[in-house]
């Protein structure tokens, strides 16, 4: 009877420590990390859900702001594995805000990876465009002007251009390849200018901003002739200047629509992304994006020089008006200036 006794409490023991497991086994299970983990979680999701709203909502309204929306492409990608780690720590509710807002800003930044179907056949002259940021003039001149012919460039703008840059592109022969020009150069990075292989007429398209934006009407050997303007609006680094460069990006003039008018087109530094809400709306206005069209609107041309504190962005653009087709474009590097240098090839329909 002892022995039985015995065994009987041990069996008994077998069984309560069973069913005291039952519970946690079949109950739900608690998700890993504890409170500190999910702490973490929702702070990054509330700065991707910030981003989000910053961009959609056009509240660019100083340096900071405006920074984290050029880096709109980045976050898209964090909020991707964002959303794997809360799926796999079994956040749930977190997972799927993560979810939408991935999904929207994805669907924002995807044309830009994805060639635009253009029209096919467009006839014209052939013209291929260069905008090279000289950094203060301190751009190689030698270099460009290889770039220059090697890429068979018919017109040129440079942002940042300073009558030093003008006496160094005069010695490496760019005046010999193209002849025409419009040259507004200033020091402390305000000067601007537009060389050509064809005759140029100066206009004023783009005056009384913090920079010189200069533009000329291009006589092309076509029917139709080119506005051209060589866009720089001012850095949004505070908030007198931000509020600056969203009128200086939404007054350049808007795109022709006509057959029988000239074609427009905006080349440049713009100091914003296709992110930032001021160029967003002149595109809107009808413009198209050179980099976009050819699937290569994440392809940086900014920083160059010595910041390795920022992510690559494409601050600098070719804007086009009208059916104008783009059949390449590229970012090119220029010694000693912080911005690549971008190409596009374009056929300006007759």
Not at 15 to 40: C, F, I, K, N, Y
Not at 45 to 69: N, P
Not at 150 to 171: I, K, T, Y
């Amino acid at each position: 009877m002892g022995r039985e006794s015995a065994d009987m409490r041990q069996g008994d023991l077998v069984a309560d420590e069973a069913m005291s497991e039952q519970p946690e086994s079949s109950g739900r299970r608690r998700a890993p990390g504890g409170r500190v983990v999910t702490l973490l979680l929702l702070l990054l999701a509330a700065f991707l859900c910030g981003v989000a709203l910053g961009r959609f909502g056009g509240l660019e309204r100083g340096q900071i702001s405006s920074a984290l929306i050029a880096l709109t492409p980045y976050v898209t990608a964090g909020g991707a594995v964002l959303l794997l780690l809360t799926l796999a720590l079994r956040r749930w509710l977190t997972a799927l805000v993560v979810a939408v807002v991935t999904a929207v800003l994805a669907v924002s930044v995807a044309p830009r990876v994805l060639p635009d179907e253009q029209a096919g056949g467009v006839r014209g002259d052939s013209l291929n465009v260069l905008s090279a940021n000289v950094y203060f003039g301190e751009a190689d001149a030698d270099q460009l002007v290889r770039l220059v012919r090697q890429n068979d460039v018919d017109v040129l703008s440079m942002p940042e251009l300073d009558s030093g840059m003008v006496n160094e592109l005069r010695r490496a022969g760019l005046f010999e390849t193209l002849p025409h020009r419009v040259l507004t150069p200033e020091g402390d990075g305000d000067g601007s200018g537009i060389v050509s292989r064809y005759p140029l007429r100066e206009l004023s398209l783009a005056s009384n901003t913090t920079m010189r934006q200069p533009s000329a009407l291009i006589d092309m050997p076509g029917q139709r002739d080119v506005q051209y303007v060589a866009a720089h609006p001012v850095v949004p680094v505070g908030g007198d200047t931000t509020a600056t460069w969203k009128r200086e990006i939404t007054t350049l003039p808007a795109p022709t629509t006509g057959g029988d008018q000239p074609v427009r087109i905006l080349a440049g530094d713009f100091n914003a992304t296709l992110d930032h809400t001021p160029l967003r709306k002149l595109l809107g206005r009808g413009y198209s994006d050179a980099a976009e069209l050819t699937g290569d609107g994440l392809a940086p041309t900014w920083p160059e020089l010595g910041r390795p504190w920022a992510p690559p962005i494409p601050l600098d653009h070719v804007l086009v008006s009208g059916d104008t087709a783009v059949h390449d474009y590229r970012t090119l590097k220029v010694d000693g200036t912080d911005h690549r240098a971008v190409f596009a090839q374009l056929t300006i329909p007759s």
